[in-house]
């Protein structure tokens, strides 16, 4: 069978051969996920449950149900200080990951490329790829914080002409980090004298542990060079619902819904009835797993920082750790991959090696605290065991 060129491009995941191990073992704990370990909330899924015994079970509008994108619209004023069109600005997706895709299959023509700070959320440069154009990486610095700063955002930038994007996410998948408001400031600035796009990806906004989030939509002049996405998966723990959206400009959100429609159609309308209740229902649930999440991420802090070997930039967002490590095996430095198989062998903890996230991942790996509390402290007592024997 003869399958496309594009599909061959698609690298095939380390991880892969490591998530093979980790099926085999038994007794493993997990600080792999990229999902929430907490249920949806029951008033969520009671809306849901109502939605389905009352038949709503057909397609809704393309671009999402009416009183979904109100509910998007009047989040977005209160949090981001902008004023949206429901009927013009918003597209519901399944999930935010159809939202991106749709973002750059609409802008991209093949040979143009996509600006990438590197270590990314795993699904950019792939789906960048998919499109014949070029992903360029930005590399991000452990001791900038991992921080995006104007000279390597300009240092990558050979021919703006080329330019159509730039894709990165704050809170950060995988490091956690929260952009300044000065970077934000300053990466506005570039975008907009070379007339590029900011897709935003505000997976993670609601979890964010130290400080205030600033977003890039708020800042002046964005209206025509900000994408945001945003998705019901992390912050009301609903990842099964494949429920997102995107807020832009007129003309790209109207591209994105022709091409939505040619793909999934509509997100899944009993997902978009629990959505819009769980945007307009009690944000206490929000709150309550933000916090329980900053209990965890303290610990795993903590527990780091208390075994040599590992360096950390502190996680401000998101629930992820991405620690450098320096471990030596026979004299030689342990990569990212050769590190998480030997947790995995002999901790029986899993982790996820930087390297999924973009070749800059090189020499750290990303722990997840989706996971329970007393679980966290387990693998961190058999990470430390381990790590001696280094
Ligand atoms: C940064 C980031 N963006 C997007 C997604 C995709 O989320 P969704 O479930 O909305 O497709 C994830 C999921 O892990 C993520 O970490």
């Known amino acids: 069978m003869q399958i496309a060129e594009r599909q061959l491009l698609l690298r095939d995941s380390n991880f892969v051969r490591i998530l093979r191990l980790a099926a085999e073992a038994k007794g493993l704990i997990s600080l792999g996920p990229g999902e929430p370990d907490f249920d949806t909330p029951k008033f969520i899924r009671q809306a849901t449950k109502n939605a389905l015994d009352a038949g709503k079970t057909h ?41 991106i895709f749709l973002g750059l299959m609409s802008i991209l023509d093949p040979g143009e490329e996509v600006l990438v700070p590197d270590p990314c959320f795993l699904s950019y440069i792939p789906t960048v790829e998919a499109f014949n154009a070029y992903p360029i990486s930005i590399p991000l610095k452990e001791e900038d914080g991992f921080q995006l700063y104007t000279d390597a955002i300009e240092a990558a930038i050979k021919d703006p002409k080329r330019v159509r994007a730039i894709v990165l996410s704050s809170p950060s998948n995988p490091t ?35 400080g205030k989030y600033h977003s890039m939509a708020s800042l002046n002049g964005m209206e025509n060079h900000c994408v945001t996405f945003q998705t019901f998966s992390k912050s009301y723990a609903m ?13 790209l959100i109207k591209a994105m819904t022709r091409l939505h429609t040619y793909t999934t159609l509509t997100a899944p309308t009993m997902s978009q009835i629990a959505g819009y209740h769980a945007l307009t229902g009690s944000q206490g649930c929000v709150e309550r797993m933000r916090r329980e999440y900053d209990r965890r991420r303290k610990l795993v802090v903590k527990r780091l920082g208390a075994i040599p070997g590992f360096e950390l930039v502190e996680p401000d967002g998101a629930f ?39 070749r800059y991942g090189e020499g750290f790996i990303r722990l997840s605290y989706a996971t329970e509390y007393s679980l966290i402290k387990q693998a961190f007592d058999r990470i430390e065991e381990s790590a001696q024997k280094l």
Request: hydrophobic residues 35%.
């Open 59 to 99: 397609y809704s509008s393309m671009a999402g149900r009416p009183e979904l994108r109100e509910a998007i619209a009047k989040k977005f004023r209160k949090d981001r200080r902008v004023g949206i069109d429901p009927d013009k600005n918003i597209i519901v997706t399944c999930g935010s990951n159809e939202a």
């Open 176 to 210: 956690g980090t929260v952009l300044k408001k000065k970077r934000l400031e300053e990466l506005a600035d570039i975008a907009i004298e070379h007339d590029f796009l900011v897709f935003m990806d505000e997976a993670y906004e609601k979890l964010v542990y130290e």
């Open 239 to 251: 990842p099964g619902y494949r429920l997102g959206y995107a807020v832009g400009p007129e003309e």
């Open 320 to 358: 992820y750790a991405f620690p450098s490590i320096h471990f030596k095996k026979r004299g030689k430095k342990l990569t990212s991959g050769q590190f998480c198989e030997f947790l995995l062998k002999d901790a029986k903890v899993l982790a996820v090696p930087g390297t999924e996230f973009g």
